[in-house]
């Protein structure tokens, strides 16, 4: 008898960590030096996590071995809920957080608690693919709405409007934007919001790089532009505290609950469902949000972060054939490969004959449900002068490379 996959998983695939990947490994394995650009893990990068964070783990491991509240220690939550007071949620409590093992684990709790077969949710494109997999495999229907490259990636407002029907349940809003970069202005928030209230849909509000900006720009908090409507916050320490191995995460559920009750129930049911999250972690989350923001030097003018920006910004746009929107926050670029310079039909193709080659790891365009094979995306982590040599050793391969 062969034992075969769930049908639930028909239609669900996360690319970031995709097939791929096991090329990478087997090259690896075959002693290959790859250079991993596919995945934000900023401790591949020399990224160290603050000291302070790692001193308060250390100080909670002798009260880590049993479990913990179900939405999380109570010092954590408090902390996350000062944390969104301060940037305009003066309703937030203790009550309204729950701590999981990094955004992914809350996303899926949050999407399975509130997603019927065929609801659907409408989700950008391109997107964090996480959000289009959870859907799907709720049964759900992920609807994309566009993201306007011509617009600095800004989802296109009409667009996104006329994608709602009467099966529409909740927004997705990435922002920061995986993979683009892009940080929302508040009037777009504004008209995405409005939409969102006047179509009585729950908006799931996908933070995790609120605090990667570059070059002065402002992240808005989708919770603080529309306090009436029913928010639901994930974020976490993993990118801007550099712990991403400590799998420490946070949602916040916030406006108006009084007619949620049965679905946050649900929440709490699944909260339940998987015990705690991972004690240790739970200890990083108060020193982090109490600590300095150490994150802010980076993206300053001469930080690190904000050097290698624009140092893969500029590279990418000096190929041939090649453009990328400049990235306003977060740890990617999503450039794109005009059609009639890289005629490219399959992009997944393209990124493992890539790897092949150059032994660089990317991620296709079309792993973040975007439509067309003509985009890929780029960590940004790595130091200055390696994204200089393996983006002009990108340059190189596209030259001379046909499908």
Same mark, same amino acid.
């Given at each position: 008898m062969e034992f075969r996959q769930s049908s639930k998983l028909t239609g669900v695939c996360y690319e970031i960590r995709g097939p791929v990947i096991e090329h990478a490994d087997a090259l690896e394995a075959a002693g290959h030096s790859v250079l991993r650009l596919n995945t934000g893990n900023?401790?591949?990068?020399?990224?160290?996590?603050?000291?302070?964070?790692?001193?308060e783990v250390s100080r909670g491991l002798a009260e880590s071995h049993g479990y913990t509240d179900s939405r999380g220690i109570l010092p954590a939550r408090r902390a996350v809920a000062g944390y969104y007071r301060e940037r305009g949620l003066a309703e937030v409590d203790v009550a309204d957080v729950y701590l999981g093992n990094g955004v992914?684990?809350?996303?899926?709790?949050?999407?399975?608690?509130?997603?019927?077969?065929g609801d659907e949710v409408l989700i950008p494109t391109p997107d964090f693919p996480l959000w289009t997999a959870v859907t799907t495999l709720a049964g759900g229907r992920p609807v994309h709405y566009l993201c306007d490259e011509g617009a600095d990636w800004f989802?296109?407002?009409?667009?996104?409007?006329?994608?709602?029907?009467?099966?529409? *349940?909740? /927004? @997705?809003?990435?922002?920061?934007?995986?993979?683009?970069?892009?940080?929302?202005?508040? +009037?777009? #928030?504004?008209?995405?919001?409005?939409l969102a209230r006047r179509h009585h849909l729950m908006v799931f509000a996908d933070e995790i790089y609120d605090q990667i900006l570059y070059d002065d720009h402002v992240h808005h908090l989708a919770a603080a532009v529309a306090p009436d409507v029913l928010c639901l916050t994930f974020s976490g320490l993993s990118k801007a505290y550099r712990v991403a191995g400590y799998r420490a995460g946070w949602m916040v559920v916030s406006g108006p609950k009084h007619h949620a009750a049965d679905f946050l129930e649900g929440l709490r049911m699944l909260a339940s469902m998987?015990?705690?999250?991972?004690?240790?972690?739970?200890?990083?989350?108060?020193?982090?949000?109490?600590?300095?923001?150490?994150? *802010?030097? /980076? @993206?300053?003018p001469g930080g690190?972060?904000?050097?290698?920006?624009?140092?893969?910004? +500029?590279? #990418?746009?000096?190929?041939?054939?090649?453009?990328?929107?400049?990235?306003?926050?977060?740890?990617?670029?999503?450039?794109?490969?005009?059609?009639?310079?890289?005629?490219?039909?399959?992009?997944?193709?393209?990124v493992l004959d890539l790897l092949l080659r150059e032994k660089i790891q990317v991620v296709q365009g079309t792993g973040f449900n975007w439509p067309r094979?003509?985009?890929?995306?780029?960590?940004?982590?790595?130091?200055?002068?390696?994204?200089?040599?393996?983006?002009?050793?990108?340059g190189r391969f596209l030259t001379g490379y046909r499908q």
């Open positions: 900023p401790a591949l990068f020399g990224f160290d996590a603050p000291e302070e964070i790692v001193r992914s684990e809350l996303i899926s709790m949050a999407v399975q608690a509130f997603v019927d077969d989802p296109d407002l009409d667009d996104l409007a006329a994608k709602i029907t009467d099966r529409t *349940r909740a /927004l @997705v809003i990435i922002n920061p934007n995986n993979p683009t970069g892009a940080v929302y202005p508040r +009037e777009i #928030l504004e008209g995405m919001l409005d998987r015990l705690c999250a991972n004690a240790p972690g739970q200890y990083a989350v108060r020193a982090a949000l109490a600590g300095p923001r150490s994150v *802010r030097e /980076l @993206v300053l690190r972060l904000r050097e290698q920006r624009d140092r893969a910004w +500029e590279k #990418l746009n000096e190929i041939p054939g090649v453009s990328c929107v400049k990235p306003k926050g977060a740890l990617y670029a999503f450039p794109r490969l005009d059609p009639a310079v890289h005629r490219i039909h399959d992009d997944e193709k393209f094979p003509d985009h890929f995306r780029i960590l940004t982590l790595p130091a200055a002068d390696d994204l200089d040599a393996a983006i002009s050793r990108i």
